[in-house]
């Protein structure tokens, strides 16, 4: 095959007409601006369109892992210093990991992190200017006290990032931007491995792991990146399963109990979804022992979280789930909020995760908030149609209360922190809809069989003839090119 051909260039130009012009999607008077976030974008889309292979289906673990790399690095380049979602929570846990691993003390100066937040213009009424922040070099922190909990791994990635630009230079800039830059790479190999993996749930994953909105949390100080990844991993290994590509054998039974031990630095509730292997009928298994050495597995895992959670402790101070909320037994007795608060997940996931990839932003584009939502409902409803596995019956139940029981401890959980929540609020607020995203995740599996008998369009849509696979990352490819685009001229 050449590695360029007029498709790839055909492309090319498209793309960066796209870039040039997505002011035009803005309600403002057009300018015609080009800086060095503009140029950088316009490299990184020559770069994937001469690797990007949509023809050949053996290829889509490799497309989606440079789609990955290239735009994720981009938007962690381009993107303004703090302006990922919760990166001024997130970025002292990596500092930290960086300066004092395994362990937190009671008393961390983190001195790199007030370096970094004198260039907040977020959160920071007297910020720096620009050239504070190419020359402030890092300064040690100051780590003492008793140790009061464990270190969460999830930071691993930008802690190496960060130590590789303290390395090569003791500017702060280069360590910040190399952090962002690591967490994109450990999420880009998950998706890859994700996708080798998969034998039937490939568009799925596929979909859910290069969408705009998840591309903008990865590519920042987050540990979501590893919730995300769990989830595709373990859904990967869920569904061979269903499909009966694979039964579950020892290494099976061991990989996806890994996967779901992720979770338990990520999104504590999910650990439970390690039970949903032992619930499977025996038609699953190679053998019935491996059922008894996967519940095991799970419960081991529980062990563990609670340990890192601090629910069972091992420190004299709080653990990570930190705060002195309501208690589950508060909403057992008082259910109404976190009734109305789960009802609400639907326009969160809407509104805050698929809609809006972009925060902080001087104004939003009407247009890509458009395009974004029905781009990614389209996709989901092909998809789902697309989806040929059905579930066995007490499976089907099962999961079902599993994953509103983890919604609902996912609510109580955050009930815990003072800025959103206090007994006697109609609501717990804070849920954000990504949240939701191993639930979203989930539901091809029950909406598949009843989908296509619902609109009686299974053949059409089903068919392998429809390369369908092709046109996903097509689209995706370019509602990430706008996305990125607009973002260059609409965030601060």
């Given at each position: 095959m050449?590695?360029?051909?007029?498709?790839?260039?055909?492309?090319?130009?498209?793309s960066v007409f796209l870039i040039l012009f997505s002011k035009v999607f803005l309600a403002?008077?057009?300018?015609?601006?080009?800086?060095t976030n503009v140029y950088l974008l316009i490299l990184g889309v020559i770069m994937y369109f001469v690797i990007f292979n949509p023809t050949d289906k053996q290829k889509l673990p490799i497309n989606a892992f440079f789609l990955i790399i290239i735009f994720g690095t981009i938007i962690s380049v381009v993107k303004p210093v703090q302006y990922g979602l919760d990166e001024e929570s997130h970025l002292p846990n990596v500092i930290s990991v960086s300066d004092s691993p395994i362990f937190k003390y009671s008393k961390e100066k983190l001195t790199d992190y007030d370096s970094v937040f004198a260039y907040d213009s977020l959160r920071n009424p007297a910020k720096k200017d620009k050239n504070y922040w190419l020359n402030v070099e890092h300064k040690k922190s100051k780590i003492s006290g008793v140790k009061t909990g464990f270190d969460n791994p999830a930071y691993i990635p930008s802690s190496i990032g960060w130590n590789i630009g303290r390395i090569i230079s003791n500017k702060v800039y280069i360590s910040y931007f190399l952090g962002r830059i690591?967490?994109?790479?450990?999420?880009?190999?998950?998706?890859?491995?994700?996708?080798?993996?998969?034998?039937?749930?490939?568009?799925?994953?596929?979909?859910?792991?290069?969408?705009?909105?998840?591309?903008?949390?990865?590519?920042?100080?987050?540990?979501?990146?590893l919730y995300f990844g769990a989830s595709m991993f373990s859904l990967a290994l869920l569904t061979n399963v269903l499909s009966g590509s694979h039964k579950i054998d020892r290494r099976y039974a061991i990989a996806f109990q890994c996967s779901t031990l992720l979770f338990s630095f990520s999104k504590f509730p999910f650990v439970l979804i390690g039970s949903l292997f032992s619930v499977l009928p025996n038609k699953y298994y190679e053998k019935k022992s491996v059922r008894i050495l996967s519940s095991i597995l799970f419960f081991l895992n529980l062990l563990v979280s609670f340990i890192y959670a601090g629910i069972i402790?091992?420190?004299?101070?709080?653990?990570?789930?930190?705060?002195?909320?309501p208690g589950i037994y508060y909403f057992i007795t008082h259910p109404l909020p976190l009734i109305r608060t789960l009802f609400q997940a639907p326009y969160g996931i809407i509104n805050d995760f698929?809609?809006?990839?972009?925060?902080?932003?001087?104004?939003?584009?009407?247009?890509?908030?458009?395009?974004?939502?029905?781009?990614?409902?389209?996709?989901?409803?092909?998809?789902?149609?697309?989806?040929?596995?059905?579930?066995?019956?007490?499976?089907?139940?099962?999961?079902?209360?599993?994953?509103i029981a983890i919604a609902s401890l996912i609510v109580i959980a955050i009930s815990g922190d003072p800025r959103v929540y206090h007994k006697g609020d109609i609501?717990?607020?804070?849920?954000?809809?990504?949240?939701?995203?191993?639930?979203?995740?989930?539901m091809p599996l029950y909406c598949g069989s009843w989908f296509r008998k619902l609109f009686g369009i299974a053949e059409t849509v089903t068919s392998e003839n429809l390369n369908f696979e092709s046109t996903l990352q097509y689209l995706l490819v370019y509602l990430n090119i706008l996305t990125i685009s607009i973002g260059i001229y609409t965030q601060l």
């Open positions: 050449k590695i360029i051909n007029k498709t790839k260039i055909v492309n090319i130009i498209i403002s008077l057009f300018d015609f601006t080009i800086n690591f967490e994109v790479l450990a999420f880009a190999l998950i998706v890859f491995f994700a996708l080798k993996i998969s034998k039937s749930y490939r568009e799925v994953i596929y979909l859910f792991s290069t969408f705009p909105a998840v591309l903008y949390i990865i590519a920042g100080y987050h540990y979501d990146y402790k091992l420190f004299p101070s709080k653990g990570a789930l930190s705060g002195n909320g698929v809609s809006e990839p972009l925060k902080y932003v001087k104004e939003p584009s009407a247009f890509l908030i458009a395009i974004s939502t029905i781009i990614f409902f389209l996709l989901l409803f092909i998809v789902v149609m697309r989806n040929k596995i059905e579930l066995p019956k007490f499976f089907k139940y099962f999961s079902l209360i599993l994953l609501i717990v607020g804070g849920v954000q809809g990504r949240y939701y995203y191993f639930i979203l995740m989930f």
